[in-house]
């Protein structure tokens, strides 16, 4: 597939205009025109790079300002801004690795959080999910680790914990954990696809299951989600905040995020605390508007999640057919879930999506799916 031009709701591939339902611009934001604005205003202040290591001539008011603001947004007491929300997790390994004897992981958890702890040459423990299962999908390779349940009580613990599971939309509850929690572990929340996401205000996680700030309570992400922008952070005590300067090369030895990105940025978290009625809650009415159209279908993501996705499915070839002929682009995820579950079909939504849009994809799908059942 040849995507040549993608404007958020709809993409131009190979010529031909098609209705969008892929990616994780949540809440519409890549494309707001309060966005370009603010970033063509700091290219003509900042120009594009800033050309150096914050540690030094690389510092920037725009970076500064946005760590105050997402600390702010968020309810953390620090924040420090990174090149990219994958190397976010290298930067809290990187920074905390002396103070833990052992990882915590989930199942399928994202590659960033593998690549990071595997560089730390501690152990590593899976929390077993429903089923029992402590092994870790990799891009289609199963890697085994021992179950949590053997890790040495006296061992100090970092978990690592993904609210929303980018797979399939599923909710993991930190609370267990965070309540259980030693005053020599921590807690990471990778929030990638969390933060701008969950919470009436869309403060995530902390926002959503009510956690309590706490010294040992660190959150990782990226805004390359919902915030519709570039970049990593980190969300943390001050203590943690000054290891990863101190320690990590991800921060050390990394230009950092382009001013005319910051400054993007720091417009998108505007919007969305100013104007939650055009992000978070227009957002939140088309999940339940997209959850109501597609009840048919038995979709097994939660309710609080805009990714959206159906098991098996032997219609979809038909549905795919229908779904071109429809020019509607539902992207294809296969290699990247290879291995670690049996999604037939899986799309997202966006607060720009109209009701109309929403309905013309769900009608296609279930009237693909009735097209097949009477073949039979």
Avoid at 148 to 161: A, I, Q, V, Y
Avoid at 175 to 195: K, Q, T, V
Avoid at 201 to 220: D, H, P, V, Y
Avoid at 299 to 305: A, F, G, I, K, L
């Amino acid at each position: 597939m040849l995507i040549l031009e993608n404007n958020g709701v709809s993409v131009k591939i190979e010529g031909e205009t098609y209705l969008y339902f892929g990616g994780t611009n949540y809440l519409g934001l890549a494309h707001r025109r309060e966005l370009l604005e603010a970033a063509n205003e700091a290219f003509q202040r900042f120009g594009f790079s800033a050309g150096a290591s914050r540690l030094t001539s690389g510092e920037s008011a725009v970076l500064i300002a946005l760590e105050n603001r997402i600390a702010q947004f968020v309810g953390s007491k620090s924040a420090l801004i990174l090149p990219s929300g994958y190397i976010s997790n290298f930067a809290v390994v990187d920074a905390i690795e002396d103070l833990v004897d052992a990882w915590v992981i989930q199942p399928n958890a994202h590659r960033s959080i593998l690549a990071a702890i595997a560089q730390s040459k501690k152990m590593v423990y899976v929390i077993d999910d429903a089923n029992g299962d402590n092994k870790v999908n990799l891009g289609g390779k199963t890697l085994s680790f021992p179950s949590l349940k053997t890790c040495p009580e006296r061992f100090r613990k970092g978990f690592f914990l993904e609210p929303i599971d980018a797979m399939n939309g599923n909710v993991s509850d930190p609370r267990p954990i965070f309540e259980e929690l030693d005053s020599s572990d921590f807690l990471i929340l990778d929030e990638a696809h969390s933060l701008g996401v969950l919470g009436d205000s869309g403060k995530g996680a902390r926002e959503f299951f009510g956690l309590a700030s706490a010294s040992n309570l660190i959150t990782t992400g990226t805004f390359s989600k919902a915030f519709g922008t570039q970049g990593g952070f980190v969300l943390a005590s001050g203590d943690v905040i000054g290891r990863i300067i101190e320690r990590s090369g991800a921060y050390r030895s990394s230009t950092p995020l382009s001013p005319v990105i910051a400054a993007a940025t720091m417009e998108s978290l505007r919007l969305l605390m100013e104007s939650p009625e055009s992000t978070i809650q227009k957002l939140q009415s088309n999940m339940q508007i997209m959850r109501k159209s597609v009840a048919q279908l038995n979709t097994s993501s939660n309710p609080h999640v805009p990714i959206f996705y159906v098991s098996g499915l032997d219609s979809l070839p038909a549905i795919q057919t229908a779904l071109k002929e429809q020019h509607i682009c539902v992207p294809q995820v296969g290699s990247y879930f290879a291995g670690a579950s049996n999604i037939g079909l899986r799309w997202t939504i966006q607060a720009n999506h109209s009701q109309e849009q929403m309905e013309l994809l769900s009608n296609t799908i279930l009237k693909s799916m009735e097209v097949k059942k009477r073949r039979q």
